[in-house]
Nanobody, 120 residues
């Protein structure tokens, strides 16, 4: 069983920074990539940023260069550094991992989410 545990969310004023972490543990053969998504109240879940095992990154259009995703493959951990936070960044942030089992079967897992609240 694979688990993703997120941490680092909280309440911050506009213009501030937060760093989210997501660690994967359990029966993992390899992780092909990890990503952060967010869901604001009344809105659909959207991609914030993703990173492949090889370090290739992609970002959602709303990020505008304010966030940076990074990973530590040895620790099966992904990070999201969020700077210049805006009230519109408020929401629940979810981590997702694209995993390959020891049987070679690809699947994904989601974390439980961490709340980020940006006050104006």
């Amino acid at each position: 069983q694979v688990q993703l545990v997120e941490s680092g969310g909280g309440l911050v004023q506009a213009g501030g920074s937060l760093r989210l972490s997501c660690a994967a543990s359990g029966s993992i053969s390899s992780i092909n990539g990890m990503a952060w998504y967010r869901q604001a109240p009344g809105k659909q879940r959207e991609l914030v940023a993703g990173i492949t095992r090889g370090g290739i990154t992609n970002y959602g259009d709303s990020i505008k260069g304010r966030f940076t995703i990074s990973s530590d493959n040895a620790k099966n951990t992904v990070y999201l550094q969020m700077n210049s936070l805006e009230p519109e960044d408020t929401g629940v942030y979810y981590c997702r991992a694209d995993i390959k089992s020891f049987q070679g079967v690809p699947y994904d897992r989601w974390g439980q989410g961490t709340q980020v609240t940006v006050s104006s």
